[in-house]
Nanobody, 124 residues
Framework: QVQLQESGPGLVKPSETISLTCTVS??????????WGWIRQPPGKDKEWMGA???????YYSPTLTGRITISRDTSKNQFTLQLTSATPEDTAVYYC????????????????WGQGTQVTVSS
């Protein structure tokens, strides 16, 4: 059973960088699933796919976030990370990491084994 857990600061000031880590257990980010993704859900809104990194390290980003988002990985720690620069209050959301084998990696409905989610609030 693959399990994912998000971690990182819950409070970020405007213009700073949101930096989160997803730790994977029960599997490896270089196998088991094709894509490892980041998804967020702002208050009162639907879940939004942000991006993903595949088993080989190739990244895929939402067009709405390209230029601000970077997804990386540390295979020695079986972790992948999210960095979102120039944060604004619009980035306030619960952030999740999850895997998928779906060809439609941009569709949140294809993701499973969700982490518990971590609240990130952007405020001064």
């Amino acid at each position: 059973q693959v399990q994912l857990q998000e971690s990182g600061p819950g409070l970020v000031k405007p213009s700073e960088t949101i930096s989160l880590t997803c730790t994977v257990s029960g599997g490896t980010i270089t196998a088991n699933f094709f894509y490892w993704g980041w998804i967020r859900q702002p208050p009162g809104k639907d879940k939004e796919w942000m991006g993903a990194i595949d088993y080989s390290g190739k990244t895929y980003y939402s067009p709405t976030l390209t230029g601000r988002i970077t997804i990386s990985r540390d295979t020695s720690k079986n972790q992948f990370t999210l960095q979102l620069t120039s944060a604004t209050p619009e980035d306030t959301a619960v952030y999740y990491c999850a895997p998928t084998n779906s060809y439609d990696y941009y569709d949140v409905r294809g993701y499973g084994s969700w982490g518990q989610g971590t609240q990130v609030t952007v405020s001064s």
